[in-house]
C-alpha cells in the first residue's frame, strides 16, 4: 500500500471516529464486490442496455413487457448475489453507534449515523438484518432514494405489494396486475424523469444537513438530488469522505479521498469506532 493511501485512510479514520453524526450515501460500487453491474463503468449496465427503453415511464407505456423482462432478470441476478464486506461494515457501524447513543435508526433527525443510498439491490436491507442477529435491524436500514427491486407498485393508483416471486412476461396480458384498480403492476423503482418520494428526500437532506460527516462509497456522483446530498453537509459545515477507486465530480470537495474498493476500505475505515464524545 503507498504512504499516500496509508494517510488518506488513517485521515479517514480520525474524521468519521471523530464526528458525532455521519450521514452515508452508497451507490452501485458498493455492489459491485457482490456481483451486481455498476450503471456507467466498465460493464456497466447503461453500457449495454439503453435506459430510454428500459428505466422510463415512456419505456413503461411503450413496451411493458419489455421493461418486466428487464427487472425480472435484474431481480433474479441481484437474488443469487449476498452482501459483501463494504455492506456489512457499514451495518455493524451503524447498529454499534446506534447502541452507544441509545438513538432509534427510525429517526433521521436524531440517529448519529443515517445509511442513504441510491441501491434497490436490497443488499444493504440483508446485511442490517445480517449484522443485527436477533437484535433491531433498524439504525441499519437504508434511506433508498431511487426505490426497491422487491417491491411492486401499481402504476396507476400506487398501491404498493412485496414483488411477486416470478412475473409471467410472456405477453402484456399475463403482466402481474393492480388487485385494487386493475391497472398494470410495475417495480417500484425511481425511472428517469421521476420524482423521488418526498419523504425519503427530506429525511436524507435532514440529516445530510446535520451531519459532521459525509461519508460517499461508490458512487459516480452524477445523478441528482442524491449527487447533492454530500453538498448538503459541506454547505453546513461538515466534511465528505470518498471511497471509490475512480476520481468523480465530488472528490476535489472531498477532504480525504480513499481510493479503493469498498470492500477493502470499509471494514478498515469503521472497525472498532466508538463514539469519541
Ligand atoms: P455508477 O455506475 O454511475 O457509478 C458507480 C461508481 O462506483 C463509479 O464511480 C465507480 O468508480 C465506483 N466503483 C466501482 N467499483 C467499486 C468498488 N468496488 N468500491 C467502491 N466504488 C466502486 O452508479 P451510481 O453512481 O450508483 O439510478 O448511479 C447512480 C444512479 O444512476 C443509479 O442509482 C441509477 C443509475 O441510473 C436510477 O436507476 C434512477
Request: aromatic letters at 6%; proline letters at 5%; a neutral charge.
Amino acid at each position: 500500500m503507498s504512504r499516500d493511501l496509508q494517510g488518506e485512510i488513517s485521515r479517514a479514520r480520525d474524521l468519521l471516529a471523530r464526528a458525532k453524526s455521519v450521514v452515508v450515501l452508497t451507490g452501485a460500487g458498493i455492489s459491485a464486490e457482490s456481483g451486481v453491474p455498476t450503471f456507467r463503468g466498465e460493464g456497466g449496465l447503461w453500457k449495454s442496455f439503453r435506459a430510454d427503453d428500459l428505466a422510463t415511464p415512456q419505456a413503461f407505456a411503450r413496451d411493458p413487457r419489455l421493461v418486466w423482462e428487464w427487472y425480472a432478470w435484474r431481480r433474479s441476478e441481484v437474488s443469487r448475489c449476498l452482501p459483501n464486506a463494504g455492506h456489512l461494515a457499514l451495518a455493524s457501524f451503524a447498529l454499534e453507534r446506534a447502541a452507544a447513543t441509545g438513538a432509534s435508526g427510525g429517526d433521521a433527525s436524531t440517529a448519529s449515523v443515517t445509511l442513504v443510498t441510491q441501491n434497490v439491490d436490497g443488499l444493504h436491507e440483508r446485511a442490517a438484518r445480517d449484522a443485527a442477529g436477533t437484535s433491531d435491524p433498524a439504525p441499519a436500514l437504508p434511506l433508498a432514494l431511487h426505490g426497491s427491486l422487491f417491491r411492486d407498485r401499481c402504476s396507476r393508483c400506487g398501491r404498493a405489494t412485496p414483488a411477486l416471486a416470478t412475473v409471467d412476461t410472456s405477453s402484456v396480458d399475463a403482466l402481474p396486475r393492480c388487485q385494487r384498480c386493475g391497472a398494470l403492476m410495475r417495480p417500484a423503482v425511481v425511472w428517469f424523469g421521476e420524482a423521488l418520494e418526498a419523504g425519503v428526500v427530506a429525511r436524507a437532506f435532514g440529516a445530510a444537513r446535520t451531519a459532521e460527516a459525509c461519508l460517499v462509497v461508490g458512487t459516480s456522483s452524477l445523478v441528482y438530488p442524491a449527487a447533492s446530498l454530500p453538498i448538503a453537509t459541506l454547505e453546513h459545515g461538515g466534511s465528505v469522505v470518498e471511497v471509490n477507486p475512480e476520481a468523480t465530480p465530488l472528490s476535489d470537495l472531498a477532504a480525504v479521498s480513499v481510493m479503493q474498493k469498498a470492500g477493502d476500505a470499509l471494514p478498515v475505515l469503521l472497525s472498532g469506532k466508538g463514539l469519541r464524545v
